[in-house]
């Protein structure tokens, strides 16, 4: 994949031992002047980023600086959620501005979504070798 990267599938164990293969990206998050490391999930069938509230706050993220969003749908309907910008840097990669919707909910993983992490990077899976690429977007002449 040109200018991409390759990430093997994180394992992932259930309450009942069982073992799964999760789409988990390394990178980092950046606001403020503050910056931290962090995993994503991957999920395409995801409408939005969804960014976890002590993850916003980790970084120095104020709630009450950022707007209210529409409500998210799913498990976290009942979840006030605000949107935020943030700078993502994935390995070598120029950083990106990816837009999240930061909720009060503190047992939801990061989740990279159409908006607009998957608008950003063309991603391949190949869950049965184990791993993925990426790339970021490439321009039109």
């Known amino acids: 994949m040109l200018d991409g990267l390759r990430f093997p599938y994180s394992v992932a164990r259930t309450g009942y031992g069982e073992t799964l293969l999760r789409p988990r990206l390394p990178f ?3 606001y403020g002047g503050r ?23 980790d970084i120095g993220a104020l709630w009450t600086e950022h707007l209210p ?11 006030e959620a605000r949107g935020i910008i943030l700078d993502a840097t994935i390995g070598h990669l120029a950083p990106v ?17 159409q908006v607009n992490f998957f608008a950003e ?20 002449p």
Do not use: H
């Not at 969003?69 to 979840?79: E, M, P």
């Not at 063309?122 to 321009?139: H, S």
């Open 69 to 79: 969003l529409v409500r998210l749908s799913g498990n976290l309907a009942q979840i």
């Open 121 to 140: 990077f063309d991603v391949c899976f190949y869950r049965a070798q184990g791993y993925f690429e990426l790339r970021p977007k490439v321009l039109a």
């Open 35 to 57: 910056s931290v490391q962090t995993m994503g999930l991957l999920d395409s069938g995801a409408d939005v980023n969804v960014l976890p509230y002590r993850l916003g706050t």
């Open 97 to 113: 501005r990816l837009a999240f919707a930061w909720t009060r909910a503190e047992d939801v993983p990061l989740i990279l979504g």
């Open 28 to 30: 980092v998050l950046a």
